[in-house]
């Protein structure tokens, strides 16, 4: 036997699987082969090596990124500016949050006399208000409808939420032009309930109010716009 | 030890009253999402183990993972049970980590200062921190860091049957099936790809 069919043989005599016919030739081969014997080696003990490699651990957020991608390729008619998701330092922890909620409209709301504020006082002139619905899918909290207080400031707006998983979620909630990153926030343990609130300002030019989570290293942001 | 996203132990009495796989298709082709979210439950630390070993990076890996599950959930009325559930999306895992790297080839990398397009504003393009995670730490020993490297240089074909092999414990058959080649075909591959590692390895085989 010549080394390079040594070499072919090599795998099915580190696995037993080589039989008589082949693995006599091939052990006379390997006595008188260094390299080929030193092959026979290397390649059994990698053997052992890559088997022995650990099963890593899916990510918490995998399934819930999962039925993200799922709600999305499904829902092709939800108009995007008026649901905006964003993606948090964790890529596979995407705005899970966002995927779970479905905005409707619906009731009426009564405002103070000269409320201006960009996008927001023609949404509540309108006479609208939203609700945000949880659906199924191993998103960590579900939220309620959107309600509305006035008073002669302006309007805050309040969104409850419940945390249905098992670890506590960080949740804030504000209205800005931009991301709001410096809005409270609000540990809710699981299985507790917290309403989020944030205002918008009589003149305001704020024009998303965002609902923020954070779960471990997930972090999630749900964003909806008036319409105009 | 337990890692993170492990499911308690299960008693066999608990296993044996579980639906199998078919069942739980055929609950999901009749629009029962919760079917499905227990065969992710089922399988997802297998896919995405398969995912992480062939991407060689959590980021990816869960991207691949993901993708393949998507695929499987849109696909669900084309299985005809054939190969069983966990192999039909190893086949399906595998294509896609093979697209992705196809897709990766033939375009330029973005630059990490790019602003992203969003509905009515741009923000910076944001990246996951790749420190390792508690329940990877322990597997980041200097063999396994080693192998995982040197398998990261191997050309996906013989990658693919190295970690199908190695590290989800399939048989030839399997692979040959989940692969769509013959059985012929998976033993030369592997034996080329453990001696291609050889090579790979050669100066740290005493690591071994």
């Known amino acids: 036997m010549k080394c390079d069919r040594a070499l072919e043989l090599v795998s099915a005599y580190c696995e037993g699987g080589l039989g008589v016919a082949l693995s006599v030739p091939f052990e006379a081969h390997l006595a008188g082969c260094d390299g080929c014997r030193a092959a026979a080696d290397d390649v059994a003990r990698l053997h052992r090596g890559l088997s022995a490699l650990p099963l890593v651990s899916a990510p918490d957020a995998l399934r819930v990124e999962i039925w993200r991608r799922i709600d999305v390729a499904e829902r092709p008619a939800v108009p995007a500016r008026r649901f905006v998701w964003r993606l948090g330092p964790a890529r596979i922890a995407v705005a899970a949050a966002g995927a779970a909620l479905i905005v409707a409209l619906a009731g009426r709301t009564v405002l103070p006399g000269a409320f201006r504020s960009a996008g927001w006082s023609h949404w509540l002139t309108g006479g609208q208000t939203a609700r945000l619905q949880p659906q199924a899918s191993g998103v960590p909290f579900a939220a309620g409808a959107i309600s509305l207080q006035t008073d002669k ?9 419940t945390n249905t998983s098992k670890s506590p979620v960080v949740f804030s909630a504000s209205v800005a032009q931009g991301d709001g990153d410096d809005a409270p926030t609000v540990t809710v343990p699981p299985g507790m309930s917290a309403v989020l609130s944030a205002s918008v300002a009589d003149g305001s030019n ?13 972090t999630g942001v749900a964003e909806y716009s008036p319409r105009r | ?41 089922r399988h997802e630390r297998r896919v995405y183990n398969l995912a992480y070993r062939l991407c060689g990076n959590p980021d990816d890996a869960a991207d691949v993972a993901a993708d393949a599950f998507v695929r499987v959930y849109n696909s669900l009325a084309s299985f005809r049970g054939d190969a069983s559930f966990l192999t039909w999306i190893y086949r399906i895992t595998t294509n896609i980590y093979l697209d992705a790297r196809k897709r990766k080839r033939a375009r330029p990398q973005v630059s990490l200062d790019e602003l992203v397009e969003m509905d009515d504003s741009a923000i910076t393009r944001q990246y996951e921190d790749h420190a390792p995670l508690p329940g990877e730490v322990a597997e980041l020993n200097e063999r396994g860091r080693a192998l995982q490297d040197a398998v990261s240089r191997l050309p996906d074909y013989q990658r693919v049957m190295v970690v199908m092999y190695h590290v ?29 590692l050889r090579d790979l390895l050669k100066d740290q085989m005493e690591l071994f």
């Open chain 1, 153 to 161: 400031a302006g309007v805050t707006l309040s969104v409850p939420v």
């Open chain 1, 206 to 218: 704020a024009t998303r109010l965002n609902v923020r989570w954070k779960q471990g290293p997930v």
């Open chain 2, 1 to 41: 030890m337990a890692q993170p996203g492990d499911q308690p132990p299960r008693t066999n009495a608990e296993r044996a009253q579980e639906p199998d796989d078919m069942l739980l298709i055929q609950r999901t082709r009749e629009g029962d999402r919760t079917a499905f979210d227990q065969l992710i439950r």
């Open chain 2, 168 to 196: 989800e414990g399939k048989s030839y058959e399997e692979i040959a099936a989940a692969a769509g080649l013959p059985i012929g075909t998976v033993k030369s591959r592997l034996n080329r790809a453990r001696l291609a």
